[in-house]
T-cell receptor
Framework: KNQVEQSPQSLIILEGKNCTLQCNYTVSPFSNLRWYKQDTGRGPVSLTIMTFSENTKSNGRYTATLDADTKQSSLHITASQLSDSASYICVVSDGQTGANNLFFGTGTRLTVIP | GEEVAQTPKHLVRGEGQKAKLYCAPIKGHSYVFWYQQVLKNEFKFLISFQNENVFDETGMPKERFSAKCLPNSPCSLEIQATKLEDSAVYFC????????????FGPGTRLTVL
């Protein structure tokens, strides 16, 4: 069964600290893995996309890693800011164009406090 | 446009009433997707279109849900005789065929059925 699991479910950190979010998946075939940021009341916004051959990708203070052998990914946030408070969703695609090709994790709710 | 637009932002309906949601995809994107987000951030795929043609409708509840993407008009998702369990945020996403087939999400429509 195609599944995407994320941990932790929620996380509270102090402003300026770093944190790492985890994602494990069992999606097959595998095409790519995305990390989305979803602010409260908004749609998901893509942070990074990685294919099978990419094992790290950065977008500013966000760095994602992918281990396709163990089917694990992580999202590392450096020097957190209050605006990082959001849900972070790991999404795996099986590559089918136009079809139901995305498998969503249930997200990690990050709260950054001053 | 450069962003997926969805209207209305909020919709309140009494149980049994009809609800109609609209989505304008990014100009040039040939695929449109509808998702339902309920508790625990779970995204449920409903239906996808390639231009005005239904591409994948495996997630659509057969009886009360319908959707259209007509030329030169916003796409629409209609729920006849709404039920309490239809309360959710409905997201529209659009994509074009690329290496990643990345989907860009709209801001969502929050439907509340009373």
């Amino acid at each position: 069964k195609n599944q995407v699991e994320q941990s932790p479910q929620s996380l509270i950190i102090l402003e300026g600290k770093n944190c790492t979010l985890q994602c494990n998946y069992t999606v097959s075939p595998f095409s790519n893995l995305r990390w989305y940021k979803q602010d409260t009341g908004r749609g998901p916004v893509s942070l990074t996309i990685m294919t099978f051959s990419e094992n790290t990708k950065s977008n500013g203070r966000y760095t994602a890693t992918l281990d396709a052998d163990t089917k694990q990914s992580s999202l590392h946030i450096t020097a957190s800011q209050l605006s990082d408070s959001a849900s972070y969703i790991c999404v795996v695609s099986d590559g089918q164009t136009g079809a139901n090709n995305l498998f969503f994790g249930t997200g990690t709710r990050l709260t950054v406090i001053p | 446009g450069e962003e997926v637009a969805q209207t209305p932002k909020h919709l309140v309906r009494g149980e049994g009433q009809k609800a109609k949601l609209y989505c304008a995809p990014i100009k040039g994107h040939s695929y449109v997707f509808w998702y339902q987000q309920v508790l625990k951030n779970e995204f449920k795929f409903l239906i996808s279109f390639q231009n005005e043609n239904v591409f994948d409708e495996t997630g659509m509840p057969k009886e009360r849900f319908s959707a259209k993407c007509l030329p030169n008009s916003p796409c629409s998702l209609e729920i006849q005789a709404t039920k309490l369990e239809d309360s959710a945020v409905y997201f529209c996403a659009s994509s074009q065929v690329t290496t990643y087939n990345e989907q860009f999400f709209g801001p969502g429509t929050r439907l509340t059925v009373l």
